[in-house]
């Protein structure tokens, strides 16, 4: 018998391929009565492709055996109800390590040489009329690192290439890393020249860099935020960034996306991206076949190969 399984939003071409290949595909985003047709087929429905996945929808596919996220965030899941309904829910971790790490090294080198302020200085035909200025360089500064797991490893060691001094904060001191940590944030905002966030986001990480944080960090210290927006108390960062507490900011995310705050869109000392840290054909076509293999493995009997619960 043909297993059905569920889409709520669009996925990459690649594994939207892989999944009509091999299930039954409903595309409930596409649905013009999205109520009546759980109502009707819901209880057909033994997998979902995708995130965002809440207790209310759950409700509707009381067969759901099995959440396959894409993405190696879970946040936007309701993981807790998923155990009580003995739901099972996957991620893609690992496969985009690399395409996070380069690009928080690439937001950090675009802040510390305003490039892309100087790729506009040049484009405006402002640079017959004077060189466009100086700036700073990541060469013997300090980096502290919110979150060493798989990706803030991996942003370590791209720094320590730039001659940079990693220092980190974690839930857990780590003995086998050869960084020093600090058990206190604001203590290490306060030692850095710059605060990467790469912890989870979720229930335990909100506003974790708080204003007291980034005060220490400083009118010279420079924040880089590739994790999630609800990670950094954004309203004070947004301030001192204005006033001139804060150096710096390079943000992939923000709190509310995709709306940013307006103050940031006129500021010279902030570097925007619009949350692409993975966005590398490479990567999501990995992470598309982590998911479809996770469902592989499960409708199988076989292990989960990124299981979160």
């Known amino acids: 018998m043909t297993i059905e399984i569920l889409q709520t939003h669009t996925l990459l071409a690649s594994c939207e391929e892989a999944l ?6 409903h595309k409930l985003h596409e649905m013009a009565d999205q109520d009546a047709w759980l109502a009707e087929n819901g209880p057909r429905i033994r997998a979902h492709a995708g995130s965002g996945v809440q207790a209310d929808l759950m409700d509707k596919l009381p067969k759901l055996e099995i959440i396959a996220s894409f993405g190696v965030g879970y946040d936007n899941i309701d993981v807790g109800a998923a155990k009580a ?6 991620n893609t971790p690992d496969v985009l390590n690399d395409a996070v ?6 937001l950090m080198i675009s802040l510390a040489r305003r490039i892309p302020q100087a790729d506009q200085f040049v484009r405006q035909g402002k640079w017959p009329s004077g060189n466009y200025g100086l700036f700073s360089e990541l060469m013997g500064k300090t980096v502290g690192i919110v979150g060493l797991g798989r990706i803030g490893k991996e942003i370590a060691v791209r720094a320590q290439a730039m001659k940079m001094r990693v220092v980190y904060h974690g839930r857990h001191l780590q003995p086998a890393v050869p960084y ?6 604001e203590d290490m905002a306060r030692d850095s020249d710059w605060l990467v966030v ?37 309203p004070a960062m947004v301030e001192l960034l204005v006033n001139g507490g ?64």
């Open 20 to 25: 009509a290949a091999r299930y039954t595909v």
């Open 180 to 185: 020093i940590y600090y058990d206190d944030l």
């Open 246 to 309: 804060l150096g710096g900011a390079a943000l992939d995310v923000f709190e509310k996306e995709p709306q940013v705050p307006a103050e940031l869109l006129t500021l010279d000392n902030v570097v925007l991206s619009p949350h692409q840290g993975s966005a590398t054909r490479q990567t999501r076509d990995a992470m598309g076949a982590l998911l479809v293999a996770n469902l592989e493995k499960h409708f199988g009997g076989e292990p989960l190969i990124s299981a979160v619960v």
């Open 198 to 234: 790469i912890a989870p986001g979720g229930q335990g990480t909100e506003g974790i860099v708080s204003r007291n944080a980034l005060e220490a960090l400083g009118p010279r210290g420079c924040l880089v935020n590739v994790a999630r927006g609800t990670l950094v108390d954004e």
């Open 85 to 90: 309904r003995n739901i099972r829910v996957t």
């Open 101 to 106: 790490a380069e690009m928080t090294i690439g």
